[in-house]
């Protein structure tokens, strides 16, 4: 049996190969049976170029349905696909292509006057052109392909994509994402969520990251349903089109958007089923303020660009705000101590996690790869949580972020929660920096409410004070206008620590 991901998608494609798979803000649909055509058109093409199963193709063009195709092409084609963040610029890009040697490139046609050259430089021979209207060198090359072709043969640990990670602390590392780690994760995700005939999910994230490509689209490629898909995220059209569908997929900047327009109401939202959060923590408040303008609890999970999706708060059951929910079926999640002993309930520690859906390793660099497993196969995802009795999982923070203030471990989520509640803040960041005395200084990052008192350093310190250890309350408390995030929301907690850092200039 082809093992291949593709094929696990062909065989829950509905027998009526003109149902939608896409429904486009213009009207068009794009059927699953032209999705087939196209995905067919493509793996033609880089076959008829010479790219062979395992060679890995490079991808960095906005968000456009041919997008989605040409991954489904990749795969169809036994490529392991390398998707870029399309705000990634020359020089990224280079270390992304000298490092993983893709033998093609697909590329924005605004790029193409120094990607062609770098391509060349590098000695890789195919470079195309795609934008979000299906313009460029690419599509016109695919369309003189045969519309059919037998999928490759793939095993499961076959490479099916490279992800490669943030690189906050260092080079990224390009994470080897197998067909069985993807499969086996859709097939659980497609379970865990209750995806049923007749579900229309609103698809509005990136498709460079996991949560876009794989999570939110695979579901829908598993249900054999249709996605209403939208070139960028936009609050206003998010609610319209929850009146014709059942599931929404956002990161939590996205929800707070959704909660500043009026129109969010439980009326608008009557035909939805679902919510889900990911790729960055949710606030509680979030969380809560949402139920209540819309009946809706939305559903948090966790997960990582090596191990795809790892636990869910429950479709049925205790959505519990500020947890990330029990691990999914098929995957165990640990939290231990530094030297690998399981913590006691609700005690702070190491999480590690074992799967089929955790990655085997980082590509050409078996040493980090080896640093990154324990004995037992655990892989150690750098976060830190905690356990309560049911095995709802909690995370505090990266272990990176961990601040070791005069001796004493500060986990930045405990503070953050206790600022957050606070008057006047909307939201929080704390870091560690350094200090002469302490090693280093917890120092908090806060936005303040729009419409409200302002909260000042003083009462934010005093008011901590009575609720805290004093080695947790912060030294130093900024206000910004916002936050630094990356393209999936995550605070970008090394910038604040270059920012705010007392031996640069003050900030």
Known sequence: MNQNLYALFESRFPADRTQPLLILESGKIVSYGEAEAWAARYAALFASRGLVPGDRIAVQVDRSPEALLLYLGCLRAGLAYLPLNNAYREAEVRYFLENAEPRAVVGQPSAMAWLEPLAASLGIANVFSLDTQGGGTLQPAAAAMPDRFETIERAPDDLAAILYTSGTTGRSKGAMLSHRNLGSNALVLHRAWGFRPGDVLVHMLPLFHVHGLFVASHCVLLNGGAMRFHAKFDAGRAIADFAQSTVFMGVPTLYTRLLAEPALTPEACAKMRLFTSGSAPLLAETHQEFQRRTGQ????????????????????????????????????????????????TGAIGNVIVRGPNVFAGYWRMPEKSAE?????????????????????????????????????????????????????????????????DFGEAVTAVVVPRQGTEPANEGSIIAALKQRLANFKVPKRVYFVDELPRNTMGKVQKNVLRERFDPRKAAP
Do not use: W
């Open 372 to 436: 990154e497993f324990t004995a037992e196969g655990f892989f150690r995802t750098g976060d830190l949580g905690s356990l309560s009795a049911d095995r709802y999982l909690t995370i505090v923070g990266r272990s990176k972020d961990l601040i070791i203030s005069g001796g004493y471990n500060v986990y930045p989520k405990e503070v953050e929660l206790a600022i957050d509640e606070l008057p006047g803040v909307q939201e929080s960041a704390v870091v560690g920096v350094p200090h002469p």
């Open 297 to 344: 609890r939305i559903l948090e999970r966790y997960g990582m660009t090596e191990t795809g999706m790892l636990t869910s708060n429950p479709l049925e059951g205790e959505r519990r705000a500020g947890s990330v929910g029990p691990a999914l079926p098929g995957v165990e999640v640990r939290v231990v101590d530094d030297a690998g002993r399981d913590c006691a």
